[in-house]
């Protein structure tokens, strides 16, 4: 794989990928689509050396809120197997509000604010420490077959996944930015790992966050800012 590095805007947009995880915590239970919280605590491996989580563990979270989110309403991952279909990323829109530093406590909040013809859902989530921000996310999930086809989503889980959104707390919208362009074309290449993918067999979509902070920290060290 290969790795072009260029002004990060932190949004993401790919065709396939994404997929659910598992996760080990108790989940608050849910009615369709609405509002679950959830304490969580984000590991200490996933922390800078600033003692600063990095981006991509944010976005972990964020995949962890999803999962957390289908666990509410009877969705875990060995259901989605049965029937053979699943939810990919589509579009994450994310904004940071500020630095989680190691050993704060996370809350998040998800929901979901729309489900397009059984096929496109939109699935929000906030984070927050002590009531301060820390990221918006919106999330775009396409649902799709074994083959990775868009695929309508069977009548039970249109039902379970009904949308439930906040008229005060609205999709993301991804701020206005500058782009800064340079000459200049920095490349990373490696192999992905196959312990890196996810129930699906697909590299979760953190993880491509996580290469492109690979590839800037390398560029820095490069030029003696480490």
Sequence with gaps: MALRSASAAVRLNRDEGGGLDTADSTVQESSGGGLVEH???????????????RAQAIWRVGQEAAVLGALSVGWPIQRFR???????????????HRELRIGEPIRLRTWISSFQR???????????TAGVPVASISQRWVHVSREKRAVRAPAALIEDFAPAPDPDDPSVQFPAFEVERSDVVHELEFEC??????????ANHPAYVQWCDEAIARIQ????RS
Excluded: C, K, Q
């Design 39 to 53: 304490p969580y605590h984000v590991p200490r491996y996933a922390f800078s050396s600033r003692d600063t989580a």
């Design 82 to 96: 049965e029937i053979g279909t699943f939810f990919v990323v589509h579009t994450a829109t994310v904004v940071h």
């Design 118 to 128: 059984g096929v496109m859902t939109t699935r929000e989530v906030r984070l927050d």
């Design 193 to 202: 790992w196959h312990t890196r993918m996810d129930p699906i067999g697909h």
């Design 221 to 224: 060290h490069a030029n003696g």
